[in-house]
């Protein structure tokens, strides 16, 4: 197969996957999915040029285009300098079969979701309007999940709001000795909404899940962590204009405005040597994620704040989706890195009318916004350095952290400590991933050394299916 075959070759050469992706124009996460046979590239591809080629050219400095020659010799292929490229690529190929792609749903699991779908929206005794009012969506795509017509992705934002919506109904009608009958739930779950929730939204979904490629992709991420980025990084100078500096706008439109806010926002910070950031919002994270230059311009800043060594506190949306939390999570871990982030989750429930936005920095500027449900892109963001409005959304801020937990917990430059619920995984060859009774501990196995320790019930039991698949 296509990834015992890359594996075969990358051992040999003794390289990890961030080496090898530089050379074959590519992440080391994608060299990570090659390796475990999450992906396979296309035979007749641009991906898979790039990575051969990028094989040669390694095995051409490192002196070990030997290695190349002896694989494919083992196979009666006879190689040299005029056709490495082409009998390294049907090599690559020999014995993985050609499949036809996947359909994304069975017509199985439409008929299962609408089914069970169906059977909790009569337990918690709301129709397809009243459930399409409440979780601020289409009536039609109600009906359509009823009638099968159309399935959710298990980690969407929409079905951890139905579930959510339908289990707190439930729960309001005492009606969860009945539900927890229905799902095959444990009886502690009758006094933890949380594990409810969880294997109510397993029982709903129970088709493939879709949050395993986002917590490989997070695992690859840490397997391959260095302290040197992928990308080269703009430079506090050429971010930190004077127009920026005297910009005195008190507010900003739209998701461009947002952004010049959050650049003026941190750049405020960092020149009056703050102490700290406090930062919560629940609205949709593509502002930060989708455009690659003001994520360059995010991340360099971030970085310059936590080199000055100001404490970052911030509150996670855990009612987004597993997906988009973990890949949140991926985004932030050279931050974490750092030891100067600490991230927390909100235990009170999220409303789905209103997003909300607060960001502070003490004593120097605050960015605030309450946009309708959906509407983040038009939305109006406030900016404010007057004192008044500052110590209001700091108690504020503050008022909202009793209600938080430990999202998870880092320990930097430790070895990692093994038990007997360790796993090593042959998929990541520098991770060993520890399961506990209620928490996940995953720890590097080489320097740079560090681990997290993932606390919430949501992360935890993602994590531990991950691990059991």
Not at 39 to 60: E, F, M, S, T
Not at 192 to 204: G, N, P, R, T
Not at 217 to 240: R, V
Request: with cysteine; proline share 4%.
């Amino acid at each position: 197969m296509f990834h015992d075959r890359i594996n075969r070759l990358l051992n040999s050469f003794n390289v990890r996957n961030n080496v090898i992706s530089e050379y074959a124009s590519t992440s080391p996460t994608t060299i990570g999915r090659y390796r475990n046979g999450i992906r396979v590239p296309k035979k007749d591809g641009k991906a898979v040029c790039h990575l051969v080629n990028g094989l040669i050219q390694y095995a051409k400095e490192q002196e070990q285009t030997d290695i190349i020659y002896e694989l494919l010799a083992q196979e009666g292929i006879s190689a040299d300098e005029t056709n490495i490229t082409e009998h390294l690529h049907t090599w690559l190929y020999a014995d993985t079969p050609v499949t036809s792609k996947p359909e994304k749903n069975s017509p199985a699991t439409f008929s299962a979701f609408a089914e069970r779908l169906g059977e909790a929206m009569e337990l918690a005794e709301v129709t397809n309007a009243r459930l399409a009012r409440m979780v601020n969506t289409d009536c039609s795509l109600i009906s359509k999940f009823r009638r099968g017509h159309r399935t959710p992705k298990s980690s969407s934002g929409v079905v951890m709001l139905i579930c959510r919506t339908l289990v707190d109904r439930i729960v309001e009608l005492n009606k969860t000795d009945e539900l927890i009958r229905i799902i095959n739930a444990p009886q502690n779950a009758v006094t933890d909404e949380d594990i409810l929730l969880i294997h109510f939204e397993k029982w709903l979904c129970d088709f493939k899940r879709d949050d395993q490629s986002s917590i490989g992709k997070l695992l690859q991420g840490m397997d391959t962590f260095t302290t040197i980025p992928d990308i080269p990084l703009p430079s506090y100078e050429s971010i930190a204009t004077l127009e920026v500096k005297n910009d005195t706008k008190t507010f900003y439109m739209g998701t461009t405005g947002l952004q010049n806010a959050v650049i003026r926002f941190l750049i405020a910070a960092i020149e009056s040597d703050a102490k700290e950031l406090l930062l919560y919002s629940d609205q949709n994270t593509d502002w930060m994620v989708k455009d690659m230059d003001f994520r360059l311009k995010w991340l360099s800043l971030m970085s310059e704040c936590v080199r000055r060594e100001i404490r970052i506190e911030i509150i996670h949306n855990i009612e987004r989706s597993t997906d988009e939390m973990l890949d949140a999570i991926h985004n932030w871990m050279p931050l974490y890195m750092s030891g100067m982030v600490e991230p927390y989750y909100c235990t009170l429930k999220n409303g789905q009318r209103f997003s909300h936005t607060v960001f502070l920095c003490p004593n120097v500027a605050c960015i605030e916004a309450g946009t309708m449900g959906g509407g983040d892109e038009e939305g109006l963001y406030n900016y404010y350095t007057d004192m008044p409005h500052i110590d209001y959304y700091a108690k504020s801020y503050n008022n909202l952290l009793y209600s938080c937990r430990l999202l998870m917990r880092m320990e930097l430059g430790k070895p990692p400590v093994t038990s007997d619920n360790t796993v090593i995984s042959d998929k990541y060859e520098n991770l060993c991933i520890t399961l506990g009774k209620a928490s996940v501990h995953i720890s590097k196995l080489e320097p740079p050394y560090l681990s997290f320790t993932f606390l919430h019930p949501l992360m935890y039991e993602a994590f531990r299916a991950y691990v059991k698949k």
